[in-house]
């Protein structure tokens, strides 16, 4: 960790209607590091992504990236800035192959424009051809067996191939900050393994990367971050290392319940 | 990849087939070749259907011999009118399918390759139709002029037509276009200076280096009737149209254009802006449509309102949905095989809409991803 910090919120607070999914959530993420989120279903998790990748404008507070505020700008502009994101339930583009989802992740940092594509094909397909190599290098190094597939149609990959390339696509765009959602989802004990190896393998050869990971599996949370910030009803309740956030009544509370941790 | 001796074979035999059999199709009076046709044709994807085998292995042909392929095309294109025995109405019949398959291919950027349902391009290809014939009517402006003019001008109506269709999506978003389309035939009807009801009559015909497309070509002894002059240029266009198709569908834009389709909101965490690719199909969309609607106009010599109703626009959309979204050799063959049914089953004539809402409901059900399904991209020598 080489403590500046990368992207940080202040006061984010979005309100949909009467309801207030976020209020007031601060926190900072510093470079190389990787920083836990959790906190019950339906906590504003995923809504504090959607804020940071400018999905959701926030109703009050502001994001920064390297001091840069991000407010207002939308979501495209986002990822062009260098924060990349995958989705809780895998997003991908189906009905294209494998090697397409790569070279679309990339789309920010290629440029051939609708007249290149028509008067200068050779320039348009030659930068097209370069962004398949990369994207097959990117995908041999996330992971071999899915560059083996990378001619077929994406909605043909398993579970944990999906979570691999959707992470794959993410990283295409070459980030500064990696949002990810719930990637153990749906996965068994050897997949969160093989996807907790992945994520080491991913920050080994990219040492200023940073993450920003929600997740449910207790057991990845205790591997990977180097901090954790829980939330509860839209609001930050407990930050620091796993192992002082577990021992807190209030997070207990929060995931137990009031009865169940009285009871205990 | 160099075509292997069956490629070969494969190729040739299947593009002769086709061109022998849309022949004895156009040329055919009797309804009951013409049922015997099309149970082949039907036959022929039958056998796709169950052994998609062959249908690869006839894809891999194409793609080892493409070279063959386009020069056999080519030629074939070049010679058709001979094979005619100067029949005047299959000529006219293979410019109007050849004008729907360039609109055809224009809807495709948007509706196969973006999933954007426009209901407009009729209204574009009027459009076209009547800046050309405006501008060579009143300023005697010659056609190589007007048509590009045409083109900019229904851009123009493309973007603007984009822009307030960004603010709705999916039924909402048909609807805006429907709207616009059906504007668009009120104003051409209402109008005095587009000739209202009437429409503009005598637009004058093109000619290229002294040669009227008005009068016959005759090149050494073989006389080809005047429509043959239309046939060439339309045929041109359909070749522009499919460049300009492959280049954008093999560029960065049809990746955008596909990724959207899929998934708007995953587009948009791409960096992809989606509203900018979406206008942007418009506007390839109507630029395209222009095209034809210029040729349409100079080569009727007519045009009015009638001719540019949102049941054009319809019809487009059937062509793409049974050819094949996103795949543009089977976007001609709907264009081709709805232009020339109804002509050919003018018995039937009274039931052309059922007849299209059938076949519509049909390919949704039993193929849905239309004759010529889109495949996958593949980048050289990578796989």
Same mark, same amino acid.
């Given at each position: 960790?080489?403590?500046?910090?990368?992207?940080?919120?202040?006061?984010?607070?979005?309100?949909?209607?009467?309801?207030?999914?976020?209020?007031?959530?601060?926190?900072?993420?510093?470079?190389?590091?990787?920083?836990?989120?959790?906190?019950?279903?339906?906590?504003?998790?995923? $809504?504090?992504?959607?804020?940071?990748?400018?999905?959701?404008?926030?109703?009050?507070?502001?994001?920064?990236?390297?001091? +840069?505020?991000?407010?207002?700008?939308?979501?495209?502009?986002?990822?062009?800035?260098?924060?990349?994101?995958?989705?809780?339930?895998? =997003?991908?583009?189906?009905?294209?192959?494998?090697?397409?989802?790569?070279?679309?992740?990339?789309?920010?940092?290629?440029?051939?424009?609708?007249?290149?594509?028509?008067? =200068?094909?050779?320039?348009?397909?030659?930068?097209?051809?370069?962004?398949?190599?990369?994207?097959?290098?990117?995908? +041999?190094?996330?992971?071999?067996?899915?560059?083996?597939?990378?001619?077929?149609?994406?909605?043909?990959?398993?579970?944990?191939?999906?979570?691999?390339?959707?992470?794959?696509?993410?990283?295409?765009?070459?980030?500064?900050?990696?949002?990810?959602?719930?990637?153990?989802?749906?996965?068994?004990?050897?997949?969160?393994?093989?996807?907790?190896?992945?994520?080491?393998?991913?920050?080994?050869? =990219?040492?200023?990367?940073?993450?920003?990971?929600?997740?449910?599996?207790? +057991?990845?949370?205790?591997?990977?971050?180097?901090?954790?910030?829980?939330?509860?009803?839209?609001?930050?309740?407990?930050?620091?290392?796993?192992?002082?956030?577990?021992?807190?009544?209030?997070?207990?509370?929060?995931?137990?319940?009031?009865?169940?941790?009285?009871?205990? | 990849?160099?075509?292997?001796?069956?490629?070969? $074979?494969?190729?040739?035999?299947?593009?002769?087939?086709?061109?022998?059999?849309?022949?004895?199709?156009?040329?055919?009076?009797?309804?009951?070749?013409?049922?015997?046709?099309?149970?082949?044709?039907?036959?022929?994807?039958?056998?796709?259907?169950?052994?998609?085998?062959?249908?690869?292995?006839?894809?891999?042909? %194409?793609?080892?011999?493409?070279?063959?392929?386009?020069?056999?095309?080519?030629?074939?294109?070049?010679?058709?009118?001979?094979?005619?025995?100067?029949?005047?109405?299959?000529?006219?019949?293979?410019?109007?399918?050849?004008?729907?398959?360039?609109?055809?291919?224009? *809807?495709?950027?948007?509706?196969?390759?973006?999933?954007?349902?426009?209901?407009?391009?009729?209204?574009?290809?009027?459009?076209?139709?009547?800046?050309?014939?405006?501008?060579?009517?009143?300023?005697?402006?010659?056609?190589?002029?007007?048509?590009?003019?045409?083109?900019?001008?229904?851009?123009?109506?493309?973007?603007?037509?984009?822009?307030?269709?960004?603010?709705?999506?999916?039924?909402? *978003?048909?609807?805006?276009?429907?709207?616009?389309?059906?504007?668009?035939?009120?104003?051409?009807?209402?109008?005095?200076? $587009?000739?209202?009801?009437?429409?503009?009559?005598?637009?004058?015909?093109?000619?290229?280096?002294?040669?009227? %497309?008005?009068?016959?070509?005759?090149?050494?002894?073989?006389?080809?009737?005047?429509?043959?002059?239309?046939?060439?240029?339309?045929?041109?266009?359909?070749?522009?149209?499919?460049?300009?198709?492959?280049?954008?569908?093999?560029?960065?834009?049809?990746?955008?254009?596909?990724?959207?389709?899929?998934?708007? *909101?995953?587009?948009?965490?791409?960096?992809?802006?989606?509203?900018?690719?979406?206008?942007?199909?418009?506007?390839?969309?109507?630029?395209?449509?222009?095209?034809?609607?210029?040729?349409?106009?100079?080569?009727?010599?007519?045009?009015?309102?009638?001719?540019?109703?949102?049941?054009?626009?319809?019809?487009?959309?059937?062509?793409?949905?049974?050819?094949?979204?996103?795949?543009?050799?089977?976007?001609?063959?709907?264009?081709?095989?709805?232009?020339?049914?109804?002509?050919?089953?003018?018995?039937?004539?009274?039931?052309?809409?059922? %007849?299209?809402?059938?076949?519509?409901?049909?390919?949704?059900?039993?193929?849905?991803?239309?004759?010529?399904?889109?495949?996958?991209?593949?980048?050289?020598?990578?796989?």
């Amino acid at each position: 960790m080489s403590g500046h910090a990368v992207l940080r919120g202040e006061g984010l607070t979005i309100r949909f209607g009467g309801l207030v999914a976020m209020d007031g959530v601060d926190f900072v993420l510093q470079a190389g590091e990787i920083l836990g989120v959790i906190g019950p279903n339906g906590a504003g998790k995923s $809504t504090l992504f959607n804020l940071i990748t400018g999905l959701y404008q926030p109703t009050a507070g502001k994001v920064f990236l390297n001091d +840069r505020p991000l407010n207002g700008l939308p979501a495209h502009r986002i990822v062009q800035m260098g924060i990349s994101r995958t989705f809780q339930s895998s =997003r991908l583009f189906t009905d294209l192959s494998v090697l397409d989802n790569v070279i679309i992740g990339m789309h920010c940092r290629t440029q051939s424009g609708v007249f290149d594509a028509m008067l =200068r094909p050779s320039k348009a397909r030659g930068e097209l051809r370069q962004a398949a190599a990369k994207a097959g290098e990117l995908l +041999r190094s996330v992971s071999a067996g899915l560059y083996d597939q990378r001619g077929r149609a994406a909605s043909e990959l398993a579970q944990a191939d999906r979570r691999r390339l959707e992470i794959a696509r993410a990283l295409a765009a070459e980030p500064k900050v990696l949002l990810l959602d719930e990637p153990s989802s749906g996965m068994d004990d050897r997949d969160t393994d093989a996807l907790i190896a992945d994520v080491r393998a991913i920050i080994a050869r =990219r040492p200023e990367l940073s993450i920003m990971i929600i997740e449910h599996d207790m +057991r990845l949370v205790a591997e990977l971050p180097h901090r954790v910030m829980v939330i509860e009803y839209g609001r930050k309740i407990a930050e620091g290392s796993f192992a002082d956030i577990r021992n807190m009544p209030r997070v207990q509370e929060a995931y137990l319940g009031r009865k169940a941790t009285a009871h205990a | 990849m160099r075509p292997t001796f069956s490629d070969i $074979t494969i190729v040739i035999a299947l593009e002769l087939i086709g061109a022998i059999l849309l022949r004895f199709f156009l040329l055919a009076d009797d309804w009951r070749i013409v049922g015997g046709i099309l149970l082949l044709f039907c036959a022929g994807f039958a056998v796709m259907q169950f052994r998609s085998d062959w249908e690869s292995r006839i894809g891999d042909a %194409f793609n080892r011999g493409t070279r063959l392929a386009v020069g056999l095309a080519i030629l074939l294109v070049l010679l058709f009118p001979l094979a005619l025995n100067g029949n005047t109405y299959a000529l006219h019949l293979l410019i109007v399918s050849q004008l729907y398959a360039v609109l055809a291919i224009a *809807l495709n950027f948007q509706l196969g390759s973006a999933n954007i349902p426009n209901f407009a391009t009729g209204a574009s290809y009027g459009i076209g139709a009547y800046v050309s014939a405006l501008l060579a009517i009143h300023f005697n402006v010659n056609f190589w002029l007007a048509l590009p003019a045409a083109a900019v001008a229904a851009t123009a109506f493309g973007f603007l037509l984009g822009v307030p269709s960004m603010r709705t999506r999916e039924s909402y *978003l048909a609807l805006v276009t429907i709207a616009f389309g059906v504007v668009i035939h009120q104003l051409l009807n209402n109008f005095d200076w $587009t000739g209202g009801p009437n429409g503009l009559v005598g637009i004058p015909a093109p000619s290229l280096f002294g040669h009227s %497309f008005a009068s016959p070509i005759v090149i050494g002894g073989i006389k080809l009737p005047s429509q043959a002059n239309f046939y060439y240029l339309s045929a041109v266009l359909v070749g522009i149209a499919i460049i300009s198709a492959q280049r954008l569908h093999g560029s960065r834009i049809g990746l955008a254009w596909n990724a959207l389709r899929a998934d708007e *909101l995953a587009a948009r965490c791409q960096g992809i802006n989606v509203i900018w690719y979406k206008v942007l199909a418009f506007a390839v969309d109507a630029f395209l449509a222009a095209f034809a609607g210029t040729i349409y106009a100079f080569y009727i010599s007519f045009i009015s309102p009638d001719n540019f109703t949102f049941l054009v626009s319809v019809t487009i959309m059937t062509m793409v949905i049974v050819g094949g979204m996103d795949n543009i050799f089977g976007v001609i063959v709907g264009a081709f095989l709805l232009t020339m049914l109804p002509e050919k089953l003018r018995a039937f004539s009274d039931y052309r809409i059922l %007849f299209f809402g059938i076949v519509v409901i049909l390919f949704l059900m039993i193929r849905p991803e239309g004759l010529f399904p889109q495949r996958l991209r593949r980048y050289g020598g990578s796989e």
